[in-house]
């Protein structure tokens, strides 16, 4: 392990006496007194790192480590830094907040939804982080610091390495050959060409890769472009030659020019030993394929694997197959770069399945007494952790059926109370066990269960719900021949709602439900994709509960031309069925409602975990000392006397909006 001083402050701990495939490294922000790590590491390398920290900055002046992704090499030592007494916080994305929350980290912690945040730690250091679209982990950030100007980019600008890593950044196919390697998308460029223009970093600080200072726009300008560097090829009779010559440049950037021609000179065929080679004869395609099979053979899947990802490219636009020998070792060539790719990989599927660590967490508020499966409350977090804020072509393809039991009240009436509970119990274990690999299962209220479904579009969730649904009803095991019903949503659907106000389980279940409603009209066994409802983009949702239908399509007609999307009812009841369905941002109350009063409906929701915190607002023609305190007690903060002015209440709900947005992802 060496420590290198890059000068105002920062310094780069990485390994120097084994030679990796590409670099890894921590950094230590320092001021005076205090300072922060970012990417703390992988647990491998925190024993050699400790002492060269502590000679610079005593572990316990530490006052954050940064987390720039989920993955181990970037924070599977987290454990061992509270354990060698750091006291200071964890700084990570919401959507990387799994690898923290439910590891074996016990101390404090602090997220951020949001696309960017400040942190200073001390009078004159001031941090900026930014969550990075387009890496391949939803948690992606990097991080700004202003006294340096360092850019520390996490995964981005990664390099494949070799003993002279530092003269990296002269060879920039080693960059690309990393961007390639870890399938960063073009959605990191435009941000990153960005980033440069607001805040011009003078250095470029990432992971996994040495600082890069004299090519900053260079690189930055490929982001973004995955486009084929030849693109005339297709026009080429030398089109076999002109792929392997643009394979030869790769290689020989990533490794160096003597250890390619070494190679190549050990090729069988004279023509293949040219860094250019002329292949326009009948005998062309057969001598490309007998390329690649020799750099197999002569270097192994380490060097196909650098490849890889050029090759496809430039195949891919040329019409023609990829050669053999990179489906053939396809999952050696997955591990040929230290491993890193298949973890990324299996990361990006596991993110969505159940992990050890979560179960043992806390069974008892997580998980359902009756099935075994995880509750709603978890469903709920599980999503916001392991979702991304990002843009909708590069959202996961996600897909989620509700899975409803038909007809438990009848069960509990013909057996007994008991029998809807067992009969859950064993459609749990039923469900389970027609689980596919990619499904994770929840048991929400009531007879309602939730699966998620990654990699699935709606054709096939429905297929799956089919299946289901079939296979429950020519069931013997349970107490009676019973049905169930199901409504499918995909991530898609949700899209807008999500991007705008960054809630994903309302803007979700907002859907669900008006589906589940539908079941109700469509009969017992029925599958439902598809409902009128629609997530625009809006100022926020509004439910309005007023007995006079005339004021209700007065206040409606003023909210919609405010922006808000506005839900009125008449009653009491309707009241708490739309508010359960729509989980509104705001509520609108008269005091004089049918069924039950305004003050009633509030003290109802007051008893639901899901509505209890949705503001709620009096207008009514009756505003007396006794139902200004009524209104105290039960929380309500605003109350108005008819007649009101539109505007007025326009801003009371847009301040109440922005409130519950700060609470929420500061």
């Known amino acids: 392990m060496k420590c290198t001083d890059l000068g105002n402050g920062v310094y780069r701990f990485g390994i120097v006496e084994t030679t990796l495939p590409y670099p890894s490294y921590s950094y230590l922000i320092k001021s005076d007194s205090n300072g922060g790590i970012v990417d703390p590491g992988s647990k ?46 964890v700084i990570v994305h919401d959507s990387a907040a799994l690898s923290v929350r439910y590891g074996e980290w016990e101390g404090s912690f602090t997220t951020f939804h949001s696309e960017k945040i400040q942190i200073r730690f001390d009078k004159n250091r001031e941090l900026l982080l930014l969550h990075t679209p387009g ?76 600082p890069i200072r004299e090519t900053i726009r260079n690189l930055a300008a490929m982001y973004g472009n995955q486009t084929n560097n030849n693109p005339d090829n297709t026009d080429s009779k030398n089109v076999y030659g002109d792929i392997i010559a643009e394979t030869n440049r790769r290689l020989a950037d990533v490794f160096t020019e003597d250890d390619l021609h070494s190679v190549l000179e050990g090729m069988s065929h004279p023509a293949l030993r040219s860094m250019t080679p002329n292949l326009e004869d009948e005998a062309a395609e057969r001598l490309f394929h007998s390329y690649f099979d020799e750099i197999n053979t002569i270097k192994g899947t380490l060097w196909l694997s650098v490849i890889k ?46 992990q050890k660590s979560i179960i043992e967490a806390s069974d008892d508020q997580l998980k359902d007494q009756v099935t075994g499966l995880y509750n709603e409350v978890f469903f709920e977090e599980y999503l916001s952790s392991a979702l991304p804020t990002t843009a909708k072509n590069t959202l996961p393809n996600i897909s989620f059926v509700f ?53 699935t579009d709606k054709e ?19 107490i009676d021949k019973i ?30 439900k008006e589906r589940i409603k539908l079941l109700d009209k469509m009969g017992p066994g029925s599958i439902c994709a598809k409902s009128n409802i629609t997530l625009q983009r809006s100022s926020g949702t509004v439910l309005l509960i007023e007995h006079d239908p005339f004021e209700a399509d007065l206040f409606r007609r003023i909210l919609e031309r405010e922006g808000f999307e506005t839900h009125p009812v008449t009653n009491g009841n ?6 359960d369905l729509y989980r509104p941002d705001v509520i609108i109350s008269e005091i004089f409602i049918a069924q039950m009063d305004g003050f009633q409906i509030r003290k109802r929701m007051l008893e639901s975990p899901d509505l209890k915190n949705i503001p709620y607002i009096i207008i009514s023609r009756e505003k007396s000392d006794a139902s200004v305190q009524r209104a105290h007690d039960l929380g309500i903060k605003y109350f108005f006397r008819k007649p009101v002015m539109a505007t007025e209440i326009a801003g009371v709900i847009k301040l109440l909006i922005q409130e519950w947005t700060r609470e929420h992802h500061s």
């Open 135 to 210: 890496l391949p982990t939803a948690g992606s950030i990097c991080c700004f610091d202003r006294h340096s100007e360092s850019l520390f980019s996490g995964m981005a600008f990664g390099s494949i390495g070799r003993e002279t890593v530092d003269e990296d950044e002269k060879a920039p196919d080693r960059v690309a050959a990393f961007h390639d390697q870890f399938g960063l998308t073009n959605a990191v460029g435009p941000f990153l060409r960005t980033i440069f223009e607001e805040l011009k970093p003078t250095q470029i600080l990432p992971r996994n890769g040495p």
């Open 309 to 354: 990802s050029i090759v496809q490219r430039e195949t891919d636009s040329a019409g023609i197959p990829i050669p053999e020998v990179f489906t053939r070792f396809e999952t050696e060539i997955s591990r040929g770069i230290g491993g890193l790719t298949e973890e990324i990989k299996t990361l990006k599927t596991q993110i969505f399945k159940l």
């Open 460 to 478: 096939n969730a429905v297929e799956y719900a089919g299946r289901i649904k079939e296979a429950v009803g020519e069931s013997d095991q349970f």
């Open 44 to 89: 491998d390398r925190f024993t050699a790192m400790l002492p060269l920290l502590n000679a610079l900055l005593p572990i316990e002046q530490l006052t954050f480590l940064i987390v720039t992704s989920e993955l181990p090499d970037a924070c599977s030592s987290l454990p061992l830094w509270g354990k060698a007494g750091f006291r200071g916080k």
């Open 403 to 455: 899975i409803r039991l038909d007809g438990i009240v009848d069960l509990n009436q013909q057996y007994g109370s008991k029998a809807g509970d067992s009969t859950l119990q064993g459609l749990a274990n039923f469900l389970m066990n027609m689980k596919q690999e990619n499904a994770v299962f929840f048991r929400m209220n009531g007879p309602l269960f939730a699966c998620l479904l990654q990699d």
């Open 483 to 512: 049905s169930v019903s199901a409504a499918i949503v995909v991530l898609t659907e949700i899209t807008d709602a999500y991007l705008e106000t960054e809630r994903l389980y309302s803007s979700l279940m907002k859907i669900a």
């Open 574 to 579: 309707q009241a708490i069925e739309q508010a």
